[in-house]
C-alpha cells in the first residue's frame, strides 16, 4: 500500500542554507493493510522527517513514495490523499486552542470534507468515531481542552483522523507524554485499528512500545536502516550493533541494566562479514528471511564506506 | 535520619480556590538513599520537590515539618531558605535542560551563577566534576544549543551539585531523552552518590521502570498523598497497593506484545485537587473498594521500611 523506495531527504542548514544535512538516506520498506510498522531510532535519526514526507509535508529530495502505486508527489489533490492518510503527533495540547472546546477539531473535518452532511448523521458519525477509540461521547463532547486528559484528547486526534475512512496512520510519537496507565489504552486501541485493516506507521525512540504493537520494525540509524524485519526476529535476534545498544539500554522492570558495558573490540560486521550467499538489496544484507542489516559503521567495520 | 518530612500540605491558590496539590505527607529518606517518586502527573511530584526548595508565589506552605540532617528547614519562609538552597538541598527542575539561556556559553553561564550565590569557581574542581559526569572541558566553551539533550542534563547536574548538597532533587531528567541517553544520565545520578557528591536523592519520574534501576526505594503518590513506599524491588514485585499494582502492570515490556498478553490501562483519571473528595483518593478507580474507603487510610508501616495507604494492605 505505501511503499518507500530510495527515499532521501536533505536539508539545507547553516547560513543562507549553505550547508546540506542528509537527514534520510535511501530508505526503502513498505506498510501493507493491517499492519503496524514501528520506525525506531534515537532523536535525530530522520523518524519524523520520514513520517512528515509520507504525510506531505515536505517533499523528499532523492527516491519515490507511492501509496497504491501513485507517486504521492503526483497526487494533485492534496485532499483525496489525506482522506486515506492521516498523521498525529506528539503533542496532544498543541494541536487544541484553549479558547475553543476540545471538539472543534471535529467541526473542522466536517467543514473541509463534508459541509453536506445533516447535523444528525454527522453526530452520529462522530459518536462512533469517538467510540471506536473508547472514549464515552458524553465524557468529551463539550469540554474544553484544560478538562480532559493528555490520553484522551490523544485518542481524540485519532478519532478525528478515523472520520474520513482511512487506510494509513502516520502515529508520530504519540504516546511519549502520556502517563503510563493511560499510554497501553492507546497502543492497544493502534492493535485494534490494525485488526481492521488500518495500516500504521508508529514511530517512536521507545523500543518495548514499538515492540508491543508491531508486526515490523524498521531500526533508523542516522537517517539510514540498520535493521529492520518482523519484530520478534529483530528484537528477538538483534544483529546490528546499534540494535543491540538500543535493546540493552531499555529500562525493564525485573532486571536491573547488566554491570560492566559490553567489550568493545572489533565484532564481525553483520553486512560485510555475512555468510556467503547472503541475499543482498541495495545496502542491505538479508540475514534470515526478511530481516536486513546494514553495515555496523565507520569505527565498528573497516569496510564502512565513509558518509557524509 | 538525613531528611524527615512530616504531614506537609502544601496549596496552589487559584482563582478558583485552593488546588491541594500536597495533602499530609510523611516520609523519611535516610542516608546514602535514593528514592524514586512516581506517580501519575498532577499527582503531586514536583510540587513536593519544589516545596523542599523554594515555594513559588502561590504556593502556600498550610503546615507540616520537614527536617534536613536534624535542623528544620524554613520552607515557608523563601529568604529564610537562602541559606540551605543549593548547598544543603539542591534541585534539577523539571525542564531545567530547554531553560538553559541560550546567548551564554556554559562557562559563563556556571560562573555567574555560582558568583550569584558568592561563590568562586574552582576551575580544576569543575573539570573534574564534568570529567566524573563523562563530558570534556571544551563544554565551557560551547553554547546550549551545541550540546545534545543528554549532554545538556549532565550539564546541569553538575551544576546543581557543585556545593556537594545533602539532598538532590533530580526532576524528570531523563523524561525527554533517548534510551540511550536516559542510561546515562541515571548512572551520572548513581556516580554522584556513590562518590558521596550528593548524600540522599530523589529521582522524581513518571518511569518506574527506569528509576527502579537505580533507586534504593520507590515512593509512589496518588492525587496529592502518599501511596505506597517500600525497597524498590519490593515494589515492582509485590507492591500492595491497588494503584501501585495496577500501574506496574500497565507497563509494557521488551518483549510483550500485544498479539500474546493485552495489558490494560487504568480506566479513569485522578480527582481534582481543588475539591478532592473524602476518604481514600483512589476509590472510584479501585477494584478492591469498599465501604470503609470512605474513610482516609492512614500511610502505615505493613512490613520493614514498606509503608503502604490502603484499608486492604494493612
Ligand atoms: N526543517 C528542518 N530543517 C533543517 N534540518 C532539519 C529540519 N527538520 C529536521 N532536521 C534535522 O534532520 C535530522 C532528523 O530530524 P528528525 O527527522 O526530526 O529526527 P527524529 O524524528 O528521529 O528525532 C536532525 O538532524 C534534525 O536536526
Ligand atoms: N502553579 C500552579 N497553580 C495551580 N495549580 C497547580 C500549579 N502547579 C501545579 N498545580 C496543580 O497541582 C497538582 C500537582 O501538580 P504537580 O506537582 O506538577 O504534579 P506532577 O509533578 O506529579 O505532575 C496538579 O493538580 C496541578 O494541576
Ligand atoms: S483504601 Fe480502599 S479504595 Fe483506597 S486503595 Fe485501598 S481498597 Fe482501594
Ligand atoms: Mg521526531
Ligand atoms: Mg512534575
Known amino acids: 500500500m505505501l511503499r518507500l523506495d530510495g527515499v532521501s531527504k536533505i536539508y539545507r542548514v547553516g547560513a543562507f542554507g549553505g550547508r546540506e544535512l542528509r537527514a534520510v538516506s535511501g530508505v526503502s520498506f513498505d506498510v501493507n493493510p493491517g499492519e503496524v510498522v514501528s520506525l525506531i531510532g534515537e532523536s535525530g535519526s530522520g523518524k519524523s522527517t520520514l513520517g512528515r514526507m509520507v504525510l506531505r509535508l515536505t517533499p523528499a529530495s532523492e527516491g519515490t513514495i507511492t501509496f497504491d ?11 483525496a490523499y489525506y482522506r486515506q492518510v492521516q498523521g498525529v503527533f506528539q503533542d496532544p495540547f498543541s494541536c487544541y486552542n484553549p479558547v475553543f472546546k476540545a471538539d472543534r477539531v471535529f467541526a473542522m473535518i466536517k467543514q473541509e470534507y463534508f459541509p453536506e452532511m445533516g447535523r444528525a448523521e ?11 477509540v473508547r472514549l464515552d461521547p458524553g465524557q468529551v463532547l463539550g469540554k474544553y481542552p484544560h478538562q480532559l486528559s493528555g490520553g484522551q484528547l490523544q485518542r481524540m486526534l485519532i478519532a478525528r483522523a478515523l472520520m474520513l475512512d482511512i487506510r494509513l496512520l502516520v502515529a508520530d510519537e504519540i504516546i511519549s507524554m502520556l502517563d503510563a496507565s493511560t499510554r497501553i489504552d492507546v497502543l492497544n486501541l493502534l492493535g485494534d485499528l490494525r485488526a481492521r485493516g488500518l495500516g500504521i506507521l508508529f514511530v517512536t525512540h521507545d523500543l518495548s512500545l514499538g515492540n508491543y504493537v508491531s508486526d515490523r520494525t524498521v531500526v533508523l540509524r542516522r537517517g539510514r536502516i540498520a535493521e529492520m524485519g518482523p519484530t520478534d526476529r529483530v528484537f528477538g535476534n538483534p544483529l546490528h550493533p546499534y540494535t543491540r545498544t538500543l535493546l540493552d539500554s531499555v529500562p525493564r522492570l525485573h532486571t536491573k541494566w547488566a554491570d560492566e558495558e559490553p567489550a568493545a573490540g572489533q565484532t564481525p560486521c553483520p553486512f560485510h562479514d555475512r555468510a556467503p ?10 540475514a534470515e528471511k526478511e530481516h536486513y542489516v546494514a553495515c555496523a559503521g565507520s569505527g565498528a567495520c573497516p569496510a564502512a564506506k565513509e558518509t557524509a | 535520619m538525613s531528611l524527615t518530612v512530616t504531614d506537609l500540605r502544601v496549596h496552589y491558590r487559584t482563582l478558583r480556590g485552593e488546588v491541594k496539590a500536597l495533602d499530609g505527607v510523611s516520609f523519611t529518606v535516610a542516608d546514602g538513599e535514593i528514592m524514586g517518586l512516581a506517580g501519575e502527573s498532577g499527582s503531586g511530584k514536583s510540587t513536593l520537590g519544589k516545596s523542599l526548595i523554594r515555594l513559588d508565589g502561590r504556593m502556600r506552605h498550610v503546615g507540616g515539618t520537614v527536617e534536613l540532617d536534624g535542623v528544620e528547614l524554613p520552607v515557608g519562609d523563601s529568604a529564610a531558605m537562602d541559606r540551605f538552597r543549593f548547598s544543603e538541598v539542591s534541585v534539577i527542575p523539571q525542564y531545567s535542560m530547554s531553560a538553559l539561556n541560550p546567548t551564554r556559553k556554559i562557562g559563563k553561564m556556571v560562573a555567574e551563577l555560582l558568583a550569584s550565590r558568592g561563590e568562586r569557581l574552582d576551575p580544576a574542581e569543575l573539570e573534574r566534576r564534568l570529567e566524573l559526569v563523562g563530558l570534556s572541558r571544551d563544554v565551557l566553551g560551547r553554547y ?8 545538556k542534563q549532565r550539564v546541569v547536574m553538575v551544576v546543581s551539585t557543585l556545593l556537594n548538597p545533602s539532598l538532590l532533587i533530580a526532576d524528570e531528567v531523563t523524561s525527554a ?11 551520572t545520578l548513581l556516580g554522584l552518590r556513590d562518590t558521596g557528591l550528593v548524600t540522599s536523592m530523589i529521582v522524581v519520574t513518571h518511569d ?12 509512589v503518590m496518588y492525587a496529592g498523598r502518599l501511596a505506597e513506599k517500600a525497597p524498590a524491588d519490593v515494589i515492582v514485585t509485590e507492591p500492595r497497593h491497588p494503584y501501585t499494582r495496577l500501574l506496574i502492570s500497565s507497563l509494557p515490556e521488551v518483549g510483550v506484545r500485544q498479539a500474546d498478553k493485552r495489558l490494560s ?10 475539591d478532592p473528595p473524602e476518604g481514600c483518593r483512589f476509590r472510584d478507580r479501585c477494584p478492591l473498594a469498599f465501604d470503609r474507603c470512605a474513610e482516609q487510610p492512614p500511610f502505615t508501616e505493613v512490613a520493614p521500611g514498606h509503608s503502604v495507604a490502603c484499608w486492604k494492605a494493612a
Open chain 1, 69 to 79: 502505486g501513485t507517486d504521492v508527489s503526483a497526487i494533485r489533490s492534496r485532499k
Open chain 1, 122 to 132: 454527522w453526530r452520529d458519525r462522530v459518536e462512533s468515531s469517538l467510540d471506536g
Open chain 1, 277 to 286: 550467499d547472503t541475499p543482498v538489496r541495495s545496502d542491505l544484507a538479508e
Open chain 2, 144 to 151: 546550549p544549543i551545541e550540546l545534545s539533550g543528554g549532554m
Open chain 2, 177 to 187: 531523552l533517548d534510551v540511550s541517553s536516559q542510561k546515562a544520565v541515571a548512572r
Open chain 2, 208 to 219: 518506574i521502570s527506569l528509576v527502579y534501576q537505580i533507586a534504593d526505594t520507590i515512593m
Open chain 2, 265 to 274: 490501562g487504568i480506566p479513569g483519571s485522578p480527582p481534582s485537587l481543588l
